[in-house]
């Protein structure tokens, strides 16, 4: 059962309960309400809002508007937030869950809008601040390439929320790599994914990553052990001759006619 509990110096209530953790252990819960013990006088909009979401109708609202709400009010008030806080970890929703379902209700009890960036917004802001942190121009470059096929991919999605995209969708992108890319490309595009959304974790943004246990392709061997390869079709050929310059188009041809497609 929740409950509220006071701290010195301070004039919010603050709201208790117990939570299980993965190991198995409770633990206890404290979050401040942003819900003052003796409320100023007056209602102001937010607080208005937090009323109305609460329960409270709109004629109480109105008789309150002018003298304020009162402590057993406010406490009444604190005591919802916090039975809502305790519901909400009983269901075992993520923190992305319920920062999502709290930044939606017209009520915010933190304070503060609780946003989760989009996944455009934040893979454009890490990439962007690779230079700064001394990476080299050649891992910038494949950080923006796998950017690119990871918003082919998702389309309209890359505008949504990070915490929208599931392992199911990531699981799907591995596997429409696999369908054009070799193994190892494969592996170096999901895995840089993966590192953005994990860099995400790291700052609290997310819980976790959402590419996490999806299974990776592995390299098919010969019976010799060695990796098999195969040379590229004529249509390969003709996709990468439509994507060359002048210049690099008789490199290509020049490489095939003198020397072949040197699998080894």
């Known amino acids: 059962m929740a409950f509220l509990r006071e ?7 603050y709201a208790c ?28 909009e937010r607080e208005e809002g937090r009323l109305l979401a609460a329960g409270m109708e709109e004629e109480k609202i109105k008789e309150l508007r002018e003298v304020g709400m009162s402590a057993a009010e406010a406490r009444k008030l604190a005591q919802k937030v ?3 806080w305790e519901s909400a970890m009983k269901k075992s929703w993520t923190v992305t869950h319920i ?27 890490y990439i962007s601040g690779l230079s700064r942190r001394g990476k080299a121009m050649a891992t910038v470059r494949n950080y923006r390439n796998a950017r690119e096929r990871f918003f082919a991919f998702l389309g309209e999605r890359a505008d949504w929320p990070m915490d929208r995209i599931t392992p199911k969708m990531m699981n799907d ?5 696999a369908g054009m890319y070799a193994v190892r490309t494969v ?22 990553c959402p590419g996490q246990g999806v299974e990776l392709p592995r390299d098919k061997k010969t019976d010799s052990g060695r990796i098999a390869r195969r040379g590229f079709t004529l249509e390969e050929l003709r996709k990468v001759l439509e994507r060359c310059d002048e210049e690099w188009r008789s490199m290509v041809l020049c490489s095939l ?5 040197r699998l080894g």
């Open 7 to 13: 701290r010195k110096k301070s004039p919010y209530w």
């Open 173 to 177: 992108f591995m596997m429409d790599l």
């Open 17 to 44: 309960f117990n939570v299980q953790e993965p190991s198995g252990r409770w633990k206890q819960v404290s979050k401040c309400t942003k819900i003052r013990k003796e409320p100023i006088a007056g209602l102001s």
């Open 82 to 84: 916090a039975d809502a």
């Open 99 to 125: 920062r999502r379902v709290m930044s939606d209700l017209t009520f915010d009890v933190a304070g503060d809008d609780l946003v989760v960036p989009s996944v455009r917004g934040w893979f454009e802001e």
């Open 257 to 261: 006619y003198l020397g072949g497609q």
């Open 187 to 208: 592996k170096k595009e999901f895995q840089i994914v993966c590192g953005i959304f994990n860099a995400a974790v790291r700052l609290g943004l997310l819980d976790r």
